[in-house]
């Protein structure tokens, strides 16, 4: 589907696109996207020392991993950026498609002769990444759907976007799995190859004029890379710029490329330019540097490459390749080809979009919600298992105290009533805030990706999330309520069952938002876990029950204040006996007239009219928990590069 034959009479959907160059846009498919050039010019990269190094006597503060590397990506062109394993090739693509994290970087990268702005950049540019990372719960299409509508103009109408999608589809050849669930790699869903294509239509349905690609055939076997290359192959025949880095590759995945960027260990460039008809041109070039053997017949020139211009090699010969390139003929022209394409086309302006985001605040969130939701309700190992989980504590509490809401004769009857109320409602929080964690750190690995590429801020990411859960979470209080309200024979008064169901439904809230919050601020799950559990003691040791706080000691009573528990505690016991005024025994005290309003009051040290702030205290742990979690989500990021 070349972008040459389309006549579409389609204009830009975003006017910047447009203005880039001064031209009209190329019309690949049914929306028109602006071809655009990249050039670098003497590109360093440098990190601090390994202290690994630094104690094998190394005195220099920086290491460097990319030196003087030099070239230009081309529209239309397909590049190959490969060398031996640490040559620098995915560190190169990291640094030009603004990916890394850390480090020093100098030199002058420029898109189409201006100088390049990441912000803006992230808005015209597609990278895939090796390790295809995807939420596991929704549909090929979905995954496209979402990625279009989050990435592509606002100006462009829905209608344009769905057709899009399905050009995208039909492109890369994914039209007859367009319905099937995308899975975890290697445990169910799509295959490793089905998932590649998925990583290149996913950065595709954004239109983006320049595309990087990690690796697109490592860990495929001959047939399987041989249709992701011909997906490749349909992309750049759109006009796009793409560039892969690729690592021992067959002869025919090495022919398919148009340019190749060959790279030795220590980042310095060894060769770059055109590959030629059945690779003449590398072949030519290196078999005319004395002492390189010739290419046998039928010989993988890929494989030919790499060895004769090996570190072995350059000993044996006793030259360095880098240095043969920067002498060469080959490299003048290069640097008039970079030099040329440093400088804008005559009356071309700078691309430029007004806000950092394809959409606003609201349509990001729409987009979040709706894959939230989706991914959510096809989740029933984690739903089902929390419903289950819940279900069984409700009848196991219910057994186990059958009607002891009716035996209010003295303090120990009323305290194995409150221990019900508690242990109940803790049980099930806990088992909410350990399920969370595997699902919410599975998403925040995609999170990491489609932030990476501009797809929205962290804020509407967070709050879809923390609102996709609300849903459940009532439903689950709705028949915990009713279940253990009705087993333990509680008196049902109207205000008692919604004061029950309240204090229930954001106590089960705040300690999911709870476990979501340890993954925010953790590498991992299994960390998020450990630091999770790490609370559980403390919180049931400063909840009020085991020790009242009017025992508490007054060095640790700040603590039960700030005890999300113990407010839930406060309002479980309080809503259901601040008005009874039965008479019961206190052991060392006899029947000596004490009501249950009274024992509340001086044993636990609860007020019976607090029941208005104890309700905005839970509110407000929930929302601090749901905010530390969006926060730290915005603000931490452990996946550094």
Known sequence: MSSRG???????ADPTLESATGVAPKRGMVLPFQPLAMCFDSVNYYVDMPAEMKEQGVTDNRLQLLREVTGAFRPGVLTALMGVSGAGKTTLMDVLAGRKTGGYIEGDVRISGFPKNQETFARISGYCEQTDIHSPQVTIQESLIYSAFLRLPKEVQNEEKMKFVDEVMELVELNN???????????TGLSTEQRKRLTIAVELVANPSIIFMDEPTSGLDARAAAIVMRTVRNTVDTGRTVVCTIHQPSIDIFEAFDELLLMKRGGQVIYSGPLGRNSHKIIEYFEAIPGV???KDKYNPATWMLEVSSIA?????????????ASSSLFQRNKALVRELSTPPPGAKDLYFPTQYSQPTWGQFKSCLWKQWLTYWRSPDYNLVRFFFTLAAALMVGTVFWRVGKKRDNSNDLNTIIGALYGSVFF????????????VSIERTVFYRERAAGMYSALPYALAQVIAEIPYVFFQTIYFTFIVYAMVSFEWKVAKVFWFFFVSFFSFLYFTYYGMMTVSITPNHQVASIFGAAFYG??????????????IPKWWVWYYWICPVAWTVYGLIVSQYRDVTISISVPGLGNNGTTIKQYIEDHYGFKTDFMGPVAGVLVA?????????????????????
């Open 293 to 295: 053997p010739k290419i």
């Open 621 to 641: 742990f929930t929302v601090f928990f749901a905010f530390v979690f969006a926060f730290c989500i915005k603000a931490l990021n452990f996946q550094t590069r």
């Open 538 to 551: 403390v919180f049931n040791l400063f909840s009020g029950f085991f020790i009242p706080r009017p025992k």
């Open 428 to 439: 099930v929080g806990v088992n909410n805030c350990q399920t969370v964690q595997p699902v």
């Open 177 to 187: 799995l367009k319905d099937a669930i995308v899975g975890l790699p290697g445990v």
């Open 313 to 325: 090699a350059e000993v044996r010969l006793g030259m360095d390749f880098a240095e043969y390139y």
């Open 6 to 12: 389309n006549s579409s009479g389609i204009r830009s």
